[in-house]
């Protein structure tokens, strides 16, 4: 019996990839020995986020790093930094922001349900440019000059969204912003892989830049990963960790917090409810050096050939499958599978309901419904549970 059966939860076939609501990642086994042995003792958690700070600083080329509650919790962090610098009244106001600027500028286009992580910090977003392609209105999208246009005495700074096909790039928008002194933070919670990525997105000049951890990178869920200007870092730290020492004996390693640089202490900050344990810092700091070292690409083969035999097994089923290739030679593909719902008699979201309530419950891929496409994202899957999925999908497709 699993653990989660003696808890009365059926665990899953999980198709749907490192989602957080089907809890992430399924950890590499490094990844929970070194959570375990983090476990066995007591550190200042202070000096570990130093030490993860170097750590993260290398492998994205940035200045300093730090662990955080998932890329959302970066993304707090990452307002509350640009929002507080190294001001101790200002950290222990938030998320009020009388009296200083607060406003985040973000393109329309690139707003979702993430950015309340933004607005948590007591940020306010002010929404510029139109995706014309979306609304079948025009051919153009966001444009450079209405960030620029939408600069006053109240701004803060700038969020970005990161995809491949964001528009305008971020780098124009990080040169922009700087003529203006303005920083840049940047959502890239799902930019990984490419592996390139790691470095390339701070390279554009970006500010700050939140990375999931729980995701492509295998560590625990609730990890993330905050890198860029060490000022940032700095302020971002201090309002996360626990200040519950006393002044006089409190001397965090000065590269990541220089006392020197903050005019007091401030008590529990804005982030004092994201804090990750030092297991968690541990755990991930282990899956980034085995996801940067290139080792999860080994998996890739076992991923297509694990899709393939699917695909095969479906080929008489009233459906049709696609491999769709990744965008890049270090991600897997994906298999997508058309429901024909003419000769099925059921629409492609009445298989994915299907699949989900019956037993095991088996969760697919979803953003292709209304196209009539069910997904399948080897990511989470291993050998031993594909002949079960096989036999479920056969039973809902034939
Ligand atoms: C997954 C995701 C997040 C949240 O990341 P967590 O690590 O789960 O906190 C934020 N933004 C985008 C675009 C994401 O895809």
Known sequence: MSIYQHLGVEPII???GTVTRLGGALMPVEVLDAFAEAATESVPLEQLQAAASRRIADVTDTEAGLVTS????ALTLGAAAILTGPNPARMEKLPCCDGFPHEFIIARE??????HAVRAAGATLVEVGFNEVVSN???????VWEYEAAITSQTAGIVYVHADDSCPKLKEVVAMAHEHELPVLVDAAGELPPRSNLKGIPATGADLVSFSGGKAIRGPQSTGILCGRRALISS?????????????????????IDRSQFTGIP???IGRGLKVSKEEIVALLTAL?????????????GFRRLLQTVADSLSQARAD???VEPSTHDRWPVLEITVDSSTLGRSAMDVCRALRTGTPPVYVGHVGLREGIVQINPVCLTDAVTPVLITRLLAELS
């Open 267 to 269: 008590r529990h900050g």
């Open 236 to 256: 971002a730290a201090l309002q996360m960790l626990d200040m519950d020492d006393h002044p006089e004996l409190w001397y965090p390693p000065e590269e990541l």
């Open 70 to 73: 998932g890329a959302a919790g």
């Open 289 to 301: 050096d085995l996801f940067d070292s290139g080792k999860f690409d080994r998996q890739l083969i």
């Open 14 to 16: 999980n198709a749907c």
């Open 321 to 323: 499958c696609r491999m």
């Open 110 to 115: 690139q707003r979702s349900g993430y950015d």
């Open 137 to 143: 209105a025009g051919v153009r999208r966001t444009e």
